[in-house]
């Protein structure tokens, strides 16, 4: 049955359209890999406990590889190390691979919320292929939260661990 005037276009039809007009995209991927409950189920937005220490990740850049870490304690709001060196506490499930490297330097961002999500956003032309998130004496690989990798994507880590 065709649509009336007063039900617009439905879905199907505009598929159906897309793959008329030669395959057009119709459909957009999200931009943000996002982990984590909707506000409908969180309690009081607090700071995770415990709270993220640091994130570290080996990435590639054009054809370079990298390892770059994050430290929240560096800074008002967390930097990125100019000359990370390990990943303490975590070397049982994260090794550090490729050149030293500050991730400012890569393009990449952390911003974390006042509830303790981070976003990492991931510099121009790079790809995070690991990592790993610390807070107090629990480490995750990105890969717990949902994150698909490689990405070249922003993504999100929260907690608890």
């Given at each position: ?34 982990v984590g409950m909707g506000r409908a189920f969180a309690q009081a937005t607090s700071p995770c406990t415990p709270p993220i220490s640091y994130i570290a990740m080996n990435v590639l850049c054009g ?99």
């Amino acid at each position: 049955m065709p649509p009336t005037p007063s039900q617009g276009i439905t879905r199907r039809d505009l598929l159906k359209k897309g793959a008329v007009l030669g395959g057009a995209v119709v459909w957009v991927t999200p931009i943000v890999q996002s982990v984590g409950m909707g506000r409908a189920f969180a309690q009081a937005t607090s700071p995770c406990t415990p709270p993220i220490s640091y994130i570290a990740m080996n990435v590639l850049c054009g054809a370079n590889a990298y390892f770059i870490k994050w430290e929240a304690d560096l800074g008002e709001f967390g930097l990125f190390e100019p000359d990370p060196l390990s990943v303490p506490g975590c070397d049982s499930i994260f090794s550090p691979a490729g050149v030293k490297m500050d991730g400012d330097d890569l393009g990449f961002s952390v911003s974390v919320d006042p509830g303790g999500i981070a976003t990492v956003t991931v510099g121009p032309g790079c790809t995070v292929l690991a990592g790993v998130v610390k807070g107090g004496q629990l480490c995750n690989v990105i890969t717990d939260f949902g994150v698909i990798l490689p990405t070249d994507m922003p993504f999100t880590v929260a907690c608890p661990f």
